[in-house]
């Protein structure tokens, strides 16, 4: 079916504010990512989950940064108390399998998060 | 971690050139990935190597494992191809296997 799917494309959030971002993975993909890209940097991994479960979420610059996908399939990344740092494109991408040879992610088009 | 460059990071041409874009990465990787980002960030997948080369269309990836090595050449370019291309790599041993991104190339073809 369709692709990656993100909402929404734009978040502008004043400074202490809580947002959520979501993510809509291809159907049946077992692996999601969350990358965060900086202007003018290249994306960062946050955190990755295999089904519902998040299996590394090392990249997570601090807990006021949250990610879930309570069914396998829809993820949320919820960022707590926003600071002007956290503005950024936020991606997410979805893989069909967990590793080995089905290696290809599939990228979604961004939320571009500006914290004002 | 592995650290992953890219050359050049800017790279202006005239439209009909010959391009090449070149990404070193430092640690052995499952697989690696050419990715083109347009204004307004949304991000294509062009290959996903793990060795030799791969073509489509105008579009030419190698890789050398050895060497840990890659380049994205594009033949004939049009303004069109005028993006941020993006070489990003997968950890060894399968797993979570996230990305590394290098910094990416800003390419601009003019006509």
């Known amino acids: 079916g369709a692709g990656v799917s993100q909402s929404p494309r734009y978040k502008v959030a004043k400074r202490g504010q809580d947002v959520a971002l979501r993510c809509d993975p291809i159907?049946?993909?077992?692996?999601l990512f969350w990358y965060q890209q900086a202007l003018g940097q290249g994306p960062e991994f946050l955190t990755y989950?295999?089904?519902?479960?998040?299996?590394?979420k090392s990249g997570l610059p601090s807990d006021r940064f949250f990610a879930e996908r309570p069914e396998g399939s829809v993820s949320t990344l919820k960022i707590q108390r926003t600071q002007q740092e956290d503005s950024a494109v936020y991606l997410c991408?979805?893989?069909?399998?967990?590793?080995?040879?089905?290696?290809?992610?599939?990228f979604g088009p961004g939320t571009r998060l500006t914290v004002t | 971690k592995n650290e992953v460059e890219q050359s050049p990071q800017n790279l202006t041409a005239q439209e009909g050139e010959f391009i090449t874009i070149n990404c070193s990465y430092s640690?052995?990787?499952?697989?690696l990935h050419w990715l083109q980002q347009h204004p307004g960030g949304g991000i294509v997948s062009l290959f996903m190597l793990s060795s030799g080369k791969k073509k489509h269309g105008r579009l030419i990836a190698t890789i050398n494992i050895q060497e840990k090595h890659s380049s994205l050449h594009i033949t004939a370019s049009h303004p069109r191809d005028s993006a941020v291309y993006i070489c990003a790599v997968g950890g060894v041993g399968g797993g979570a296997d996230g990305l590394t991104f290098g910094k990416g190339t800003h390419l601009i073809i003019q006509p």
């Open positions: 159907s049946g993909h077992v692996s």
């Open positions: 989950f295999q089904n519902e479960a998040q299996l590394d």
């Open positions: 640690v052995g990787i499952s697989a």
């Open positions: 991408a979805s893989r069909l399998g967990r590793g080995g040879r089905t290696y290809e992610q599939y």
